[in-house]
């Protein structure tokens, strides 16, 4: 008897164990099926968790592309300020140290004109890119396809109001209801 007891034990016991990972492999399914439908605001906009992850790593990229060129920006305003004191007339004969100190105080000098022309440039080219894209709204959007025609002073004034920065979107917004129709 007592070994029919110790099998009848076995049994529940492996009954009990095949329940719980029933169990626990349901439970990982749910986990799994709500990390996939989980979303993410991220600047208004709703993204997957893969989208979000997409979105890091491209930032990562861009954040890790900035630093090598800061990087290469301050390697170029050290030398060109070491060359500029070691090839300057006036500081043939004078003593190193003091040349080093020179450096030290005109690096920084040369580092803010450097950025200044560098945030200059960018200024210059987030310029022609957005008169090119009035351009190309102001050419897709004549009129002549019986939707709305393009206007440069209204469309901008809508972007200021409503803080959006592209022009076709800031048309597209405008006119939905006609659009639409």
Do not use: C, W
């Not at 300020?81 to 190193?96: G, H, I, K, R, T």
């Not at 200059?120 to 190309?136: M, P, T």
Request: aromatic content about 6%; cysteine-free; overall charge negative.
């Amino acid at each position: 008897m007592e070994n029919e007891t110790v099998e009848g034990q076995d049994q529940v016991v492996s009954e009990t164990t095949s329940d719980t990972s029933q169990e626990q492999s349901e439970t990982t399914e749910d986990v799994g099926k709500e990390a996939e439908s989980k979303m993410y605001n991220v600047l208004g906009r709703d993204v997957s968790s893969d989208e979000l992850f997409n979105e890091y790593t491209k930032t990562q990229t861009y954040i890790t592309k900035l630093q090598q060129e800061a990087a290469t920006r301050e390697a170029k305003v050290q030398k060109e300020a070491a060359s500029a004191v070691s090839e300057n007339e006036l500081l043939q004969n004078v003593d190193p140290n003091v040349k080093e100190a020179i450096s030290r105080i005109v690096t920084p000098i040369i580092q803010s004109a450097l950025q200044q022309k560098d945030e200059a440039a960018e200024k210059e080219a987030k310029d022609r890119e957005l008169k090119q894209s009035f351009a190309d709204a102001e050419k897709k959007h004549d009129g002549k396809d019986g939707y709305p025609k393009f206007v440069k002073t209204a469309v901008t004034q809508y972007m200021l109001d409503n803080e959006v920065y592209d022009p076709e979107r800031a048309y597209n917004l405008m006119n939905q209801a006609a659009i639409i129709d």
